[in-house]
């Protein structure tokens, strides 16, 4: 294995730096242009080189007492069952098979290796999880491969974690008959096509025993996904790149903060389990390989050590880990993430513009358009420039302005609904006017909302003496009746201590009446 990584790398770097021997400008977060202007910089995206990432990732195995040699403990070979001489034990460094010669970087051919227990405790499985770790978002560049000394696992998963660990997601099953042990039908990386490159799926490619100590890898193949958009030696880095640009999943497919091996059942030999020979049974690696680079949202051409984390050392005026922020002073404008691709084809490392009333866009598939998310200041649309329901433009303030959006403040009784009109204007009830439809015509009074006089001192004067209440209603002296007190309660034959009206003088005054009523109309429908 030691010769096959060392043979691979410089190939590796090869390929992963072809695309940098042709479109040299992409690796580079700007270049001198000249133009007919004179010189000028251009942005391209930019993003830090891949690297091997073994050197930065904590390892973390589980259960607890699942490294073999504590206490110490013999251990025989498939390759000789009968031979178990081999012993492991945890305090004596030379016979020590501890996590860390997992990344231990091997010297003068010597192989070294974590080794777990036996199965001694058949038929209840032998399971170990293997948790990688950085603390950072990273994006992987190449194949994962996984060196299994004695033996590949018959039955393994491979998860991912996005969010340090929080919570994880299966990235690909390995078995040895994926029907039988996860129900899934068994897939090749070769069989995947632009459609579904994303899928998850079982392989069986790398958990067959053949018997022979070159099978010992177990990868996770990154390249021949790339290959489908970059073609056969990933010379095409550009389709790789326009695809991960406009691809919905794809980039996010590649891409991780940590990863585990859930180690189900071990390399068996042969088709059964031997009851009478479990010395042979356990898992040992000696070589992690995670080849891959910062995820820096193509806002950083380098990522550096800093407290013993990685950190994108961000550009484009952004920061955060993975230069997932605007700095401090320009959030003006929203984050957005770089783009690979130079403009037209791309918009590369400009931003989506909320006037400063979000710091956050995201960006909508199928209408390909980035929008302001969680617009403040009472503004919303796509880039916060319209006001939220129940609030207008000031048209003398500028769009950026924190108080650009003023309340409409409608009168709840006097308005039709919250909305306002680019002036502030409220719709208004019938009989109701002002900006916030808190005020009546004339002729009309206020009482939670406007409603027409009853009376008043001019046109609807209450008869027979009554007196007005609040334009609301007569109050009529004791023998009249009737809303303006028309009426006399004398009629057919009933004693009144006061006299009535005459009957003609009656008639007259709802003569005028009636012209009273209709002139306040006649006023009140008036614009
Ligand atoms: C391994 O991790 C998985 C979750 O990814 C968990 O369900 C399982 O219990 C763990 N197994 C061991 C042996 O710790
Ligand atoms: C992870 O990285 C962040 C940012 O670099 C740092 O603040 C945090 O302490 C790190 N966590 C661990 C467990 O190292
Ligand atoms: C991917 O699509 C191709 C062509 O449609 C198909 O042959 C192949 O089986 C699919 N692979 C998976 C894993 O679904
Ligand atoms: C970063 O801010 C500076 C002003 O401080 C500005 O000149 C520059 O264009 C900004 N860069 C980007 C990529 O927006
Ligand atoms: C509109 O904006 C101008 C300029 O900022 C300000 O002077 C004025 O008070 C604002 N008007 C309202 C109604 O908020
Ligand atoms: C809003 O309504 C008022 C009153 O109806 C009107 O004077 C004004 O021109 C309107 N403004 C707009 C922008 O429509
Ligand atoms: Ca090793």
Redesign the pocket.
């Known amino acids: 294995m030691l010769v096959q990584v060392t043979l691979l790398s410089p190939l590796l770097l090869l390929l992963l730096h072809a695309p940098v021997l042709t479109q040299a400008q992409y690796d580079m977060c700007r270049s001198l242009v000249s133009t007919d202007d004179g010189a000028v910089w251009e ?1 391209y995206a930019c993003q830090p080189k891949s690297q091997d990432m073994k050197d930065h990732m904590r390892i973390r195995v589980e259960p607890p007492g699942i490294t073999c040699g504590n206490p110490p403990e013999r251990f025989c070979t498939l390759e000789n069952p009968y031979l178990c001489s081999d012993e492991c034990d945890a305090s004596n460094p030379d016979l020590a098979h501890p996590p860390q010669l997992m990344q231990d970087r091997e010297r003068g051919g010597l192989v070294t290796y974590w080794q777990t227990v036996t199965w001694s405790r058949y038929p209840e499985p032998l399971l170990a999880n293997i948790t990688l770790s950085w603390n950072k978002s990273l994006e992987l560049t190449d194949d994962i491969q996984i060196t299994f000394e004695y033996g590949r696992p018959t039955v393994m998963v491979l998860e991912k974690s996005l969010n340090y660990g929080r919570t994880w997601q299966p990235f690909q099953y390995y078995a040895d008959d994926c029907q039988d042990a996860f129900s899934i039908p068994p897939r090749r990386v070769q069989d995947l096509t632009a459609a579904n490159v994303t899928r998850v799926i079982c392989t069986e490619d790398h958990s067959r025993w053949v018997g022979s100590k070159n099978d010992k890898v177990v990868s996770f193949q990154v390249r021949p996904r790339f290959a489908i958009f970059a073609g056969e030696k990933l010379v095409n880095m550009d389709g790789l790149y326009t695809r991960m640009e406009s691809m919905k999943g794809l980039r996010d497919f590649f891409t991780f903060t940590d990863l585990r091996l859930r180690l189900l059942r071990p390399a068996l030999g042969g088709t059964y389990v031997q009851r009478d020979n479990l010395l042979k049974y356990f898992y040992a690696i000696s070589n992690i390989e995670v080849n891959a680079r910062c995820k820096c949202n193509l806002h950083a051409s380098q990522c550096n050590m800093v407290d013993g984390n990685l950190q994108c050392v961000c550009d ?2 952004t920061t955060g880990q993975d230069c997932q922020r605007c700095k401090k002073g ?1 959030k003006a404008k929203s984050w957005k993430a770089g783009s690979y691709l130079p403009t037209p084809n791309g918009t590369p ?1 400009t931003y989506c513009e909320c006037y400063g009333h979000s710091n956050r866009c995201s960006y909508i598939d199928y209408l390909n358009i980035v929008t302001c998310v969680s617009c403040k200041h009472n503004t919303r649309g796509q880039n916060c420039q319209h006001c939220r329901m129940g609030y207008y433009k000031n048209a003398s303030a500028e769009l950026d302005d924190e108080s650009v959006c003023v309340e409409c403040g409608c009168n709840q009784m006097g308005s039709l609904h919250d909305r306002c009109n680019g002036t502030g204007f409220c719709q208004c009830k019938d009989g109701t006017t002002g900006t916030k439809c808190d005020e009546c015509f004339p002729g009309y009074y206020w009482k939670q909302g406007c409603y027409q006089n009853v009376c008043d001192e001019e046109l609807q004067m209450c008869q027979n003496g009554g007196t007005c209440f609040q334009n609301q209603r007569c109050i009529c002296p004791p023998d009249y009746k009737g809303v303006l007190c028309q009426h006399s309660r004398c009629e057919g034959g009933k004693k009144c201590s006061h006299g009535g009206s005459p009957p003609t003088a009656t008639v007259t005054s709802l003569a005028l009446l009636q012209l009273s009523l209709l002139t306040t109309l006649l006023l009140t429908t008036a614009p």
């Open positions: 942005q484009h005026n320009y490392n």
